[in-house]
């Protein structure tokens, strides 16, 4: 009697045994298409890291040839002010050359991109201009990105004192000024 129930209660754990190892199974059975997607997620996973590490060994190498390049220029760079005509330098060129060097990067980004402002013009251009503008007249004026008149009155009185034509408009003439009037600075 005591054999028979051994091998009941024996019986009853391997049939929860193989009950529980039929169900893992059932439930965790992927069909073809969700197989073949995780495969192809895996993959695609595997191939972003390897351009993430690809573009940050570009990146490094980028950095190291700015540096080369802008110590090449800067050892080679006269120290006079270049004509009016001839500002068109690239913007990474010259990092160090003036204490405004951000600003005129931006202004000759304006000459650039061929740039013209006027009243009620507005954004982060405008705020360059404002930025100018601040240093120019010594002031702490708000940036607020707007050309109103305020902005507009200032560009004029900057223009007639450069001897431009002062109509409180700006242009890549006006920001030519504008950048030679920042490299005298200093």
């Known amino acids: 009697m005591m054999d028979k129930l051994k091998f009941a209660l024996f019986s009853i754990v391997v049939l929860v045994l193989v009950g529980l190892i039929g169900y893992w199974s059932i439930a965790t059975i992927q069909s073809g298409n969700e197989f073949a997607t995780s495969q192809k997620i895996g993959q695609l996973q595997k191939e972003n890291e390897n351009l993430t590490k690809q573009v940050a060994d570009l990146l490094d190498k980028l950095n190291v040839f700015q540096s080369q390049s802008a110590d090449s220029v800067s050892a080679t760079q006269d120290s006079t002010l270049e004509p009016a005509s001839v500002v068109s330098t690239p913007t990474s060129a010259q990092t160090t050359a003036y204490k405004n060097q951000k600003l005129i990067n931006e202004l000759q980004k304006l000459i650039n991109d061929n740039v013209f402002m006027k009243l009620k013009s507005s954004g982060t251009r405008v705020g360059t201009v404002q930025n100018f503008l601040n240093i120019y007249n010594n002031t702490s004026n708000k940036v607020d990105n707007d050309y ?39």
Do not use: E, R
């Open 148 to 186: 109103g008149v305020n902005t507009q009155k200032a560009v004029a009185a900057f223009q007639k004192d450069q001897g431009l034509n002062a109509d409180g408009q700006v242009g890549p003439s006006t920001f030519n000024q504008m950048i030679i009037w920042l490299k005298k600075q200093g």
